[in-house]
T-cell receptor
């Protein structure tokens, strides 16, 4: 299995632009998580899905952030408009079911200038 | 969202020594406690995990000790090696996974 695949690996964008991060979970996994990692705040859970349904989005910082999972093999995290404080590494993770191990992608390093 | 507290923030250990990282949680609904290891530029990778029905789990040089009544758990790395230098995260899970802030471990050669 190829593991969790995220794209792009790096993204540099100007403030105010729309940014879309993509994630392909491991085949057969039913839970998907989006995390943001910064030095100050560590790994923050933004949102998670079970069976393609958003369960908890209480970690999404504000309305500029949105996430979708149109099918079991694809999810997106969108920031519109982007701001410099959104600069971070964004990780996607998936697990076969709840209360089991989760596997992370390599992350997307986002820089908003 | 900070329901898992991890300490220390950073740790320096001599090669061959024992590295110990501690975590405490609040939510008694958590029933799965994984540890992740992260190298620079990489995603966190699952290292070892435990469920609260056991007090200890060992895999090679890595051991988790779990104290359910105190709501605490710890990672012990025996015979620490320079290749163990990384950031370690404890986590707790019910439906979602909540991470501690991480411990930067440096093993001196």
């Amino acid at each position: 299995d190829a593991g969790v695949i995220q794209s792009p690996r790096h993204e540099v964008t100007e403030m105010g632009q729309e940014v879309t991060l993509r994630c392909k979970p491991i085949s057969g996994h039913n839970s998907l998580f989006w995390y943001r990692q910064t030095m100050m705040r560590g790994l923050e859970l933004l949102i998670y899905f079970n069976n393609n349904v958003p369960i908890d989005d209480s970690g999404m910082p504000e309305d500029r952030f949105s996430a979708k999972m149109p099918n079991a093999s694809f999810s997106t995290l969108k920031i519109q408009p982007s701001e410099p404080r959104d600069s971070a590494v964004y990780f996607c993770a998936s697990s076969r079911q709840v209360r089991t191990e989760a596997f992370f992608g390599q992350g997307t390093r986002l820089t908003v200038v | 969202q900070q329901q898992v507290k991890q300490s220390p923030q950073s740790l320096i250990v001599q090669k061959g020594g024992i590295s110990i990282i501690n975590c405490a949680y609040e939510n008694t609904a958590f029933d799965y406690f994984p540890w992740y290891q992260q190298f620079p530029g990489k995603g966190p990778a699952l290292l070892i995990a435990i469920r609260p029905d056991v007090s200890e789990k060992k895999e090679g040089r890595f051991t988790i000790s779990f104290n359910k009544s105190a709501k605490q758990f710890s990672l012990h790395i025996m015979d620490s090696q320079p290749g163990d230098s990384a950031t370690y995260f404890c986590a707790a899970r019910d439906d979602k996974i909540i991470f501690g802030k991480g411990t930067r471990l440096h093993i001196l050669p």
